[in-house]
C-alpha cells in the first residue's frame, strides 16, 4: 500500500479591519484552541474594534474551500482529528465529494467502513484483494497468470468498490 505524507492543517488567521485598511495582519496557527482563541494584537480604537477574524488562507485542509471563519476552520480540524491520523486527510476530501455532502454532515466511522487505502492503481489494490481472500497464491505461476487483470477490475469496481485519484495512485472505497 501507498503512502503520502501531507501537511498539517494550518490557518493563516487576519483581522478582517486591518485587511481592510491594508494591513495583512495575522498569523499562521495549527492547534484548533490557539485559532479561536487568537486576537488581533492591534489597539482597539472607536474607529476599528479589530473583533472580526478571518482565515484567509490554509494549508492541508482540503475539506475547506476559500475563506472561513477561524471557528469553523478549527471545528474542521477537530472533526478530522478523529480520524486515526492525518493521512487519509484527501482521502475524506475524495469520499465527501463523492457523497456529495459536507463533513459537518458526515459521520467518521462511515469513512472508516468504506475506506480500503491508498493503491498504485485498482489493479493493484484488486491483486492483492484477490491474494487476501486466498483467490491466488502469491507464488504459484498458475493459474494466476491466466488471469485478466484488466477485466476483473472493471468488475470489481462496477460492484460496490469506486476510486478517487491519489497522488501517483487512487484512493479506494468499498459501499
Request: aromatic share 14%.
Amino acid at each position: 500500500m501507498n503512502t503520502t505524507t501531507e501537511t498539517v492543517p494550518s490557518a493563516w488567521v487576519g483581522c478582517l479591519a486591518c485587511y481592510n485598511d491594508g494591513k495583512l495582519i495575522g498569523k499562521w496557527l495549527s492547534d484548533p484552541d490557539e485559532i479561536r482563541e487568537y486576537r488581533c494584537p492591534e489597539p482597539v480604537t472607536v474607529y476599528n474594534m479589530h473583533e472580526e477574524l478571518m482565515v484567509f488562507d490554509h494549508e492541508g485542509m482540503p475539506l475547506i474551500d476559500g475563506e472561513c471563519s477561524p471557528s469553523s476552520f478549527a471545528d474542521a480540524i477537530e472533526w478530522v482529528e478523529g480520524l486515526e491520523s492525518w493521512q487519509p486527510i484527501k482521502a475524506v476530501a475524495a469520499w465527501l465529494d463523492n457523497l456529495g455532502i459536507s463533513w459537518r454532515d458526515a459521520e467518521l466511522s462511515d469513512f472508516d467502513d468504506a475506506f480500503a487505502g491508498e493503491w498504485g492503481s485498482e489493479q493493484e489494490y484488486a491483486e492483492n484483494l484477490a491474494e487476501e481472500c486466498g483467490l491466488i497464491d502469491a507464488n504459484a505461476s498458475w493459474p494466476n497468470s491466466y488471469i485478466d487483470w484488466e477485466r476483473a477490475t472493471r468488475d470489481l469496481f462496477m460492484d460496490g468498490y469506486w476510486s478517487a485519484t491519489a497522488d501517483g495512485g487512487v484512493y479506494v472505497f468499498h459501499d
